[in-house]
């Protein structure tokens, strides 16, 4: 079995790889393949990514290429984890909006919507090598954010896709070590959109702890989402830290005006992981990877590849179409729910009905993921503005207008299709 890594060399990598020496065996990986188009980078990450492997029982071979379609060729599995523009268009993502009194975020609002623009042409290119040219049922693991937009793309031009995120997975390993259980036993009411969701259970061995956790927890659970504890009582449920931008945006906004942007932070650790991994003394993952982001993202990665080309049937949280498991939406939305997932695929779990304070702005919200996901293919004007006049958080003529004009004029060179 040969795995490529789309985006290899992402300072991510390192602990993706470090993770393969445990399972590679049962999954009969014998090539794990980083690419990437920067190829100095790659050379750094690829370098340590490379120590760590062989020090963790990797037994393969770790390629490290430029070339895409070297990199399919023949793959069961591709992982995407680009970011295109870098850092740098990250930075206008958060900044261009604040300009407007809107939230400034890579994901959420109009800088996930630039994000998207730029980023749903070249995963669809990437996906088209794949088809031509990787094993007959290969599969694509996104991770690439926005996950709900890119997977809808992916999905909507016939890809055999799967989007993967790491908050679901962060929240079963925070309640298992309050429960002091093995993260496994912990199962999660999770519904919604891709960092658009609601944990509304918390099964343990058939028994539903999350009231017990919301009267024991309560505080630690509003400081790890950013919310107050009055938000969650109130919701009786956990929400994504991502809803702070919904529920308290304005305070937001101002925070985000008065303090660095989260791309400069990133570029500071990107630069000294960078520096650790040029180190030929390191194999191991270090501990700043942790600042970086994505934490669990490896185990989830893993875990997923485990179910679908392995011998470990499971249920996992992960993005879909709906098909109608959340009946407010429509069949062809991607909503990120507990799927069953294994040698045959991925099949969602059944729902329990959203109230309306949910559903109604998952609907309001995928309506725009809809809009979006169109846009970036099309490079329609009118369709980009649709979106964001639709966006929750925008959601104004002046402003959708104001917004449409900066980010296209700040993501030209991204943006060919707009041209």
């Known amino acids: ?10 300072t991510y990598s390192p ?8 399972v590679a065996d049962r999954l009969g990986v014998d090539e794990l393949v980083l690419q990437d188009t920067d190829e100095q980078r790659l050379e750094v990450v690829g370098g340590a990514a490379q120590r760590i492997a062989h020090a963790h029982g990797f037994q393969g071979r770790l390629t490290l290429t430029t070339d895409l379609d070297a990199a399919v060729d023949a793959a069961s599995a591709v992982l995407l984890q ?12 958060e900044t261009i909006p604040l300009r407007c009194g809107c939230i400034g975020q890579e994901t959420t609002g109009a800088g996930g919507f ?3 623009l730029r980023t ?8 088209d090598r794949v088809r031509h040219l990787a094993a007959d049922d290969a599969w694509i693991v996104d991770f690439t954010n926005p996950v709900g937009i890119v997977t809808r793309a992916l999905l909507d031009h016939g890809h055999r896709a799967v ?3 790491n908050v679901a997975i962060g929240f079963q390993r925070l309640f298992a070590g309050w ?5 496994e036993a912990v199962q999660l009411g999770h519904a919604g959109l891709n960092h658009l969701t609601w944990i509304r259970s918390v099964d343990v061995d058939g028994e539903d702890v999350l009231p017990a956790l919301l009267r024991d927890h309560g505080d630690e659970i509003a400081a790890h989402v950013e919310l107050p504890r009055r938000i969650i009582d109130n919701l009786e449920a956990v929400p994504s830290y991502y809803l702070r931008y919904y529920y308290q945006h304005d305070l937001v906004v101002q925070e985000l005006l008065e303090s660095r942007t989260r791309a400069e932070e990133v570029m500071d650790v990107e630069r000294e992981l960078l520096q650790l991994y040029r180190d030929p003394q390191l194999h191991d993952k270090p501990e700043l990877l942790m600042q970086r982001g994505g934490a669990y993202y490896s185990e989830a990665a893993l875990n997923l590849l485990c179910s679908l080309f392995g011998d470990s049937p499971d249920v996992q949280v992960i993005d879909v179409r709906n098909n109608g498991v959340i009946p407010e939406l429509a069949p062809d939305a991607v909503i990120e729910v507990p799927a069953r997932v294994s040698a045959a695929g991925a099949e969602p779990l059944a729902v329990p009905a959203l109230p309306p304070h949910q559903a109604g702005l998952i609907a309001h919200t995928a309506a725009y993921e809809a809009l979006a996901a169109s846009a970036a293919v099309s490079g329609d004007r009118e369709v980009a ?10 959601g104004q003529s002046g402003l959708a207008e104001q917004l449409l004009g900066d980010l296209l004029d700040a993501n030209r060179k991204y943006l060919p299709a707009f041209a």
Not at 82 to 93: K, L, N
Not at 385 to 394: C, E, N, S
């Open 15 to 22: 602990e993706l790889v470090h993770g393969f020496g445990a």
């Open 385 to 394: 503005f649709r979106a964001l006049l639709t966006h929750p958080l925008i």
């Open 82 to 93: 680009i970011r295109v523009g870098g850092q740098a268009a990250r930075q206008t993502d």
């Open 114 to 116: 630039a994000k998207a």
């Open 120 to 127: 749903v042409p070249v995963v669809l290119d990437i996906a």
């Open 179 to 183: 429960l002091s259980v093995s993260p």
């Open 163 to 165: 989007g993967l995120c």
């Open 1 to 10: 079995m040969k795995v490529a890594v789309i985006g290899g060399g992402s």
